[in-house]
């Protein structure tokens, strides 16, 4: 099992396919298993990089010390462990704020940047309507099971889970076999997301981006990609016309040429 000692963390990773270096970096409470159909992609051209975040996964779940900052050092440290120098580099949802951060603090180790179904913080952010938000969060008597699945529509279309149970079910057990996030974990990566603020420094950026969302994010509404698009400069914004929060693995097709053509231009 590959982890590389990062600080205080034992950060858990998989590799594969060799050439100029892809990070992915995925979001709240989730693992590198959410980019299952793009390492397959991927890695026949890139050499393909997924992790699990501090406080989720394999990798280790300290009391304290969580925000987007850290998990940037830590993605950081990462790259150094693997003598990677600049990477292309793609996040989703708060892997997206983790990326926005490695692009912001350490400007020079990243070659392109993908923020995918992300915001610059929840103070700028166009919300999630309360009945979502609601489903997310009320869930008090509820197995780890039937937390999950609650949480299907939130991140699918109601289409995708009517038309491709397989998949649905293949995320779920995903979830169901994986090790499970400690309460403070947990609560840990819930503060570093309510802590993040990059508005600011956004403009600041110089470097080629894709912001990537779709019409059918319910959790982050797309109206947050066209924000990041107006304030980063020379960005390009792609939104997929159907697809919900987890795009990259509904629309995944879609996904990979468009991500696949942004970093090949």
Known sequence: MPKAQVDDVGIYYEESGSGEALVFITGFASVHMDWRLQVPFFSTRFRTVVLDNRGAG??????????????????????DHLDVESANVVGLSMGGMIAQEVAISHPSRVRRLALCATHCGPDRSVQAEQEVMDALTDVAGLTYEEIIRKALPILFTEGFIRERPEEVE??????????????????????AVMGFDSYHKLPQLE??????AARGDVLVPPENSEMLAERIPDSRLSIFDEGGHLFNIERADEFNRTLLHFISD
Do not use: C
């Open 170 to 191: 293949k995320y779920v057990q995903d979830k169901l076999n994986y090790p499970r996030q400690t309460y403070h974990s947990f609560n840990g990566q819930l503060q």
């Open 207 to 212: 470097l080629p981006t894709l912001i990537m």
């Open 58 to 79: 394999k990798t280790d779940k300290p009391r304290d010390g969580y925000s987007i900052s850290r998990f940037a050092e830590d993605a950081v440290g990462l790259m």
